[in-house]
């Protein structure tokens, strides 16, 4: 049920934060609501707020590279945060952090932005700042999975560990076979519900509770397991890859098979004094490639000389 327009902007101007809402369906991404405290916070009305769209939001400082640069992040329909210095009569040059957070209906498809303002520092001290990284986020909005910054600081613990304990890491990256090909044919939001597919029939086949799996871009997936001789960490690749072909997710235009496959890259590893996480990744890399080089939908298996 969908609230209406008077009753979501009554329980908006209810909250401290100041709030605006952007229309992500239309490419020209206008803003389409703001509350109170964003009154309150830029000292300017509600529709003036609205008729001044992106750069009402983040300031005309920068110019339209920055708004450019604001639409291509859109584009990627994830969480990120702006530092602006936002102009007012009241203010003068105040600045201020834009976190924009993704909202999606009942199908996963991107529907609206959702950004909080909060004023940072003196005002009187603001100045210019680009675009900033966003925060260390647990989960990949896409698929649910394990974000990639968070899944490579756990990896890097749990390496640690295994390099004090001389205990055996597996690592594997798996990468959807033309998926650009199939975007073409059906469209990104086709594709972004190939990705959560096989996000899940990955995760589906993790083998135990301490095993991770996490999205890295695109139709890229990378995970690890502990405890596997090569020949277990060779066939749970091919496990993986099995799953992901049992989905039938058809695809008329792969060169290798009329389903979505994922090639896979396996790397083996009892770490050494001198080993490192990125030999590991780095190796799993490396067999990735020979997979796809072979031809794809299959498994090659690398197993890196421990320092």
């Known amino acids: 049920m969908t609230l209406p327009f008077s009753l979501t902007l009554a ?3 209810h909250l401290p934060d100041a709030i605006a809402v952007i229309d992500a369906r239309n490419p020209s991404f206008p803003v389409i609501l703001a509350n109170g405290a964003l009154e309150q916070l830029r000292q300017c009305s509600r529709a003036e707020l609205v008729h001044g769209g992106l750069p009402g939001l983040v300031g005309t400082v920068g110019g339209e590279s920055a708004i450019g640069e604001l639409h291509a992040r859109f584009g990627r329909a994830e969480s990120f945060t702006v ?5 007012d009569l009241a203010a003068g040059l105040a600045k201020v952090d834009v976190r924009f957070e993704p909202m999606r209906d009942q199908e996963g498809v991107l529907t609206h932005y959702v950004s909080f303002h909060q004023a940072v520092g003196d005002p009187a001290a603001a100045e210019p700042a680009p675009l900033v990284r966003a925060p260390l986020q647990r989960d990949d ?15 890097h613990r749990d390496f ?3 390099q004090r304990e001389s205990r055996t890491l597996t690592l594997y990256v798996a990468d959807v076979d033309a998926l650009e090909r199939y975007n073409t044919t059906f469209g990104r939001l086709a594709g972004d519900s190939v990705i959560r597919r096989v996000g899940r029939a990955l995760s589906a086949g993790l083998r135990r509770a301490s095993d991770l799996i996490a999205r890295l871009e695109g139709g890229r997936f990378v995970g690890f397991s502990t405890g596997m001789d090569l020949e277990q960490a060779r066939r749970h690749g091919e496990s ?5 072909r049992e989905l039938h997710m058809h695809h ?17 590893l009892t770490p050494g004094p001198n080993s490192t996480p990125e030999q590991l990744l780095n190796a799993a890399h490396h067999a990735l490639e020979a997979a796809r080089a072979a031809g794809r939908n299959r498994v090659a298996l690398e197993e890196p000389a421990a320092d």
Do not use: K, N, Q
């Open 160 to 162: 640690a560990i295994a």
């Open 141 to 155: 909005r896409l698929t649910g999975l394990r974000h990639a910054e968070y899944f490579h600081e756990i990896m």
């Open 240 to 244: 993986l890859a099995g799953r992901v």
């Open 252 to 268: 008329p235009h792969s060169t290798v098979a009329r389903v979505v496959t994922v090639s896979v890259g396996v790397a083996h």
């Open 83 to 87: 530092r602006a210095a936002l102009r």
């Open 11 to 13: 329980l908006l101007d």
